[in-house]
Structures are given as structure tokens and as C-alpha cells.
């Protein structure tokens, strides 16, 4: 493949399909990007559902070691105010969690796709692809647009 082929350059999954204008590209980009914000907060939300869970057994631990240790009645206030809580009314963190899965999560990943599904024939990353196509040094090692 030479550098002016035209192999040398996006396959066909990530090339603009005819007839899409820049300011479209540019949009569903934006929205992709919105997504991509969205499934790292959710990440950061599995995270905190599980360091949450992990405080809770630490608690009850805590709570073991106080009664060992003599402290009985800390140990009692640590298990009747602090184990097993909930951290938002009526609420463990699993079930926010699921909240946000079945609902802001699933919404932003139906209105992605869709947007490009609409617009782009359901093709991913169109932006990314041309700026990459932008940003690299053609026949360049390091600088192939495929493998």
C-alpha cells in the first residue's frame, strides 16, 4: 500500500458516508463524546457502589474489633447506625446503580445511536477517523491508517 492509495486510508466503517456535511460529523462527534463522558461516570459509579460495599464490611469489622477490645457500645452504634445503611433514602448502592443504568445511562446510549444510525448509516468514530487523517504523516512508520 503506498501512501497515496486508496487503501491509505479509513475503512469503510469509519468513513463519512456521502453526502454528510462537516457541521454534522461534528455533531454526532460531540454526542459520541457526550457518551463516552457518560460510560466513564458510570465506571466511577460501579466504583463507588464497590468502595461503598468495601467501607461497609470494613465497618462491620471495626465493630467486631470494638467488641474485642471492650467497646461495646461503640461497636453496638457502629452496627445500628452505620452497617448495612443506606446511602441515599431507601437506597443502597445497587439500586443506584441500576437507576442510572435503565435510565439517564440508557438514554444517552439510545440518542448516540440513534444519531448515527440517522446521519452517519450507523457508522462509529467518523470524527476521530478524519482527524486522525488530518493529524497524520502519510507513509510515515507509526502513521498507518490500518493495519
Given at each position: 500500500?503506498?501512501?497515496?492509495?486508496?487503501?491509505d486510508?479509513?475503512?469503510?466503517?469509519?468513513?463519512?458516508?456521502?453526502?454528510?456535511?462537516d457541521?454534522?460529523?461534528?455533531?454526532?462527534?460531540k454526542?459520541?463524546?457526550?457518551?463516552?463522558?457518560?460510560e466513564?461516570?458510570?465506571?466511577?459509579?460501579?466504583?463507588?457502589?464497590?468502595?461503598?460495599?468495601?467501607?461497609d464490611?470494613?465497618?462491620?469489622?471495626?465493630?467486631?474489633?470494638?467488641?474485642?477490645?471492650?467497646?461495646?457500645?461503640?461497636?453496638?452504634?457502629l452496627?445500628?447506625?452505620?452497617?448495612?445503611?443506606?446511602?441515599l433514602?431507601?437506597?443502597?448502592?445497587?439500586?443506584?446503580?441500576?437507576?442510572?443504568?435503565?435510565?439517564?445511562?440508557?438514554?444517552?446510549?439510545?440518542?448516540?445511536?440513534?444519531?448515527?444510525?440517522?446521519?452517519?448509516?450507523?457508522?462509529?468514530?467518523?470524527?476521530?477517523?478524519?482527524?486522525?487523517?488530518?493529524?497524520?504523516?502519510?507513509?510515515?512508520?507509526?502513521?498507518?491508517?490500518?493495519?
Open positions: 500500500m503506498t501512501a497515496n492509495s486508496p487503501e486510508g479509513p475503512d469503510t466503517a469509519h468513513r463519512r458516508p456521502h453526502g454528510v456535511d457541521l454534522t460529523v461534528e455533531a454526532v462527534g454526542l459520541s463524546e457526550a457518551l463516552e463522558t457518560v466513564r461516570a458510570r465506571g466511577h459509579l460501579y466504583s463507588f457502589h464497590q468502595l461503598t460495599g468495601s467501607a464490611f470494613d465497618l462491620g469489622s471495626a465493630a467486631d474489633l470494638f467488641d474485642k477490645a471492650g467497646h461495646a457500645g461503640i461497636a453496638q452504634r452496627r445500628t447506625e452505620l452497617v448495612g445503611r443506606n446511602v433514602p431507601g437506597r443502597w448502592t445497587f439500586q443506584i446503580v441500576e437507576e442510572y443504568d435503565e435510565d439517564y445511562y440508557a438514554r444517552v446510549r439510545a440518542a448516540e445511536q440513534a444519531a448515527r444510525d440517522e446521519l452517519l448509516q450507523g457508522r462509529r468514530h467518523v470524527y476521530e477517523s478524519e482527524m486522525k487523517e488530518a493529524r497524520r504523516t502519510r507513509g510515515a512508520e507509526g502513521h498507518e491508517a490500518r493495519p
